[in-house]
């Protein structure tokens, strides 16, 4: 499934301070990093570590204090201006759905097609293509606020998908659902990369959902944010849930926790 | 089980009650018929009203005043509210100037007006776009500016241009601020195109009013009022309802359905 033509993402020398009353924050110290086309990566951390930060500077959210982003080779930013062809690959899923609770769920997912000038009834045959790939058939007419808390998340994932971005970034998108409901939408979201072939990356403080979940997982270390330990997952794709139970998966658990532990 | 709403009951029956106690407190304490007339005169003085020909000429004029008063403070309340909202430094400048035409005692104003548009009723729409844009203008900016923060990611990670960030995000989660504004706002406009009347001019029902006082027709008066609660009732509901049919996935109209799923 990797795709040699899928474009990565590259950090050089990114550095974030935030000027706050009580003085200069660093929230994000130098990080170099280097993500593959077509990888699923991980940063984890606990809260507060400035991954959401790091993931926000990838998104164009956050303009970084020092240091260049690039996406699919091309710098992000120019002067204080975003490159409109790299935000053109990026797809971003949100910790809340983000959803706007004015438009019907597939008026939601068609939103990125209705700001690139798709005809309307294209993009609304596009949007409940979407939804049946996210497993939300049948509620595209629906209002947001009508819908559970994991099919608001299951709908934002296909508006991140709606113009066929190459990069997915998801910040915390499932730390406010249960349990049961997130291993289930990690599962969904592996088999959703596996068919799309993009490059994910995925913030999380669940050790073990980013195990589950990840290529390669970066651990940050709190206050400011450095890259503190790389982790590869060698697991073959697909995944079920029951590798969970597997002595290989928990050790690579312990191993994470133990250093986030010394580090904390 | 299904439920009756007690309020099918209670609010006929508490108008019942208020009409008892006036009747009985009128005929029991002999009030004068010129101090607070008894129901049944005033009941008769509305039918009166009601079949008396020069009755739906005052009411158009009443409700053309307040209606198109109300419009001009909607185009004015929310095409400055929007432009105030996403300028803040002009909101800075203009507002205390805003402000000023809302502290200044505005119904010592309307002669003012009266001499400025004359008794017909231009004077009067002035009046009731002055009252009722304020509430209209202040709740649109709050609405443009309590924009979800999440809700702008998204708009900015989409480069999305200003007009479509209006069009698709400010605009419509302002709407139920605005039409909260537009709720208070027609009910200031009715205030407005009456007090207007009663000051100067020859028609409309807050005319009616003060005629019917000259005339010591004490009945008159309260009928009057009485039809123009009913007319400030239908518009206020008439804008209350337009919430189902313009924000219909806002928590106010979806809770009220009862189609909110787990």
């Not at chain 1, 606990?46 to 790091?54: L, N, R, V, W």
């Not at chain 1, 080779?73 to 910790?95: I, K, N, P, Y």
């Not at chain 1, 045959?125 to 058939?137: D, K, N, Q, S, T």
């Not at chain 1, 608001?152 to 910040?171: C, E, K, V, W, Y």
Request: proline letters at 6%.
């Amino acid at each position: 499934m990797k795709d040699a033509q899928v474009p990565g993402i590259e950090l050089a020398g990114v550095m974030k301070r935030f000027d706050t009353p009580g003085g200069t924050v660093l929230a994000v110290d130098r990080t170099d990093l280097k993500i593959r086309g077509g990888e699923f990566l991980v940063l984890l951390g606990p809260s507060g570590c400035g991954k959401t930060t790091i993931l926000r500077m990838i998104a164009g959210l956050v303009h970084p204090s020092e240091g260049t982003v690039r996406i699919a080779e091309r710098e992000l930013w120019h002067t204080g201006r975003r490159d409109a062809q790299a935000l053109t690959e990026l797809g971003v899923v949100f910790q809340e759905s983000n959803l706007f609770p004015w438009f019907s769920v597939e008026r939601n997912v068609a939103l990125p097609l209705k700001l690139r000038g798709v005809p309307e009834a294209d993009r609304l045959v596009r949007a409940r293509e979407l939804c049946a790939r996210v497993g939300i058939a049948g509620f595209e007419r629906a209002w947001p606020r009508q819908l559970s808390g994991g099919m608001r998340q299951r709908a934002a994932i296909a508006r991140a998908l709606a113009r066929d971005p190459f990069i997915l970034l998801m910040d915390e998108p499932f730390g406010a659902l249960d349990a049961i409901t997130r291993d289930q939408l990690n599962l969904e979201l592996q088999r959703i990369w596996l068919s799309q072939g993009c490059t994910v990356v995925f913030v999380t403080h669940s050790i073990s959902e980013a195990v589950f979940l990840a290529d390669r997982i970066l651990l940050l270390s709190p206050r400011p944010g450095r890259i503190d330990t790389e982790v590869e997952v060698p697991f073959p794709r697909p995944r079920l849930t029951s590798i969970q139970d597997l002595p290989e998966f928990q050790d690579i658990v312990r191993r994470l926790r133990e250093r986030l532990e010394a580090l904390t | 089980m299904k439920r009756v709403p007690l309020d099918w009951f209670t609010t006929p029956g508490l108008l019942l009650a208020f009409v008892l106690v006036w009747h009985f407190y009128v005929t029991w304490f002999n009030v004068s018929k010129f101090i607070i007339p008894p129901p049944l005169l005033v009941a008769e003085s509305f039918v009166d009203l009601l079949t008396s020909p020069n009755t739906l000429k005052h009411t158009w004029i009443t409700l053309y005043e307040t209606i198109v008063g109300f419009l001009f403070a909607c185009a004015i309340g929310v095409g400055l509210g929007a432009v105030l909202g996403k300028t803040p430094w002009l909101e800075r400048a203009l507002n205390p100037f805003i402000v000023a035409t809302q502290v200044v005692p505005k119904v010592a104003l309307v002669p003012l007006f009266i001499l400025w548009f004359g008794f017909g009723p231009e004077s009067k729409i002035v009046v009731a776009t002055v009252l009722a844009f304020f509430p209209i203008l202040t709740n649109t900016v709050l609405g443009i500016k309590s924009v979800d923060l999440g809700h702008r990611d998204v708009m900015t990670v989409l480069n999305a241009g200003k007009w479509e960030t209006f069009i698709s995000l400010e605009l419509p989660s302002a709407l139920p601020a605005i039409l909260a504004g537009m709720e208070v706002g027609i009910v200031l406009a009715i205030i407005g195109a009456v007090v207007g009347e009663y000051l100067g001019g020859s028609t409309g029902l807050g005319y009616l009013a003060v005629a019917s006082l000259n005339d010591y027709k004490t009945g008159m008066l309260f009928a009057v009022i009485l039809l123009l609660t009913i007319i400030g009732f239908g518009l206020y509901v008439f804008i209350s309802g337009l919430k189902r049919l313009v924000i219909p996935w806002h928590e106010s109209v979806l809770i009220e359905r009862q189609t909110v799923v787990g």
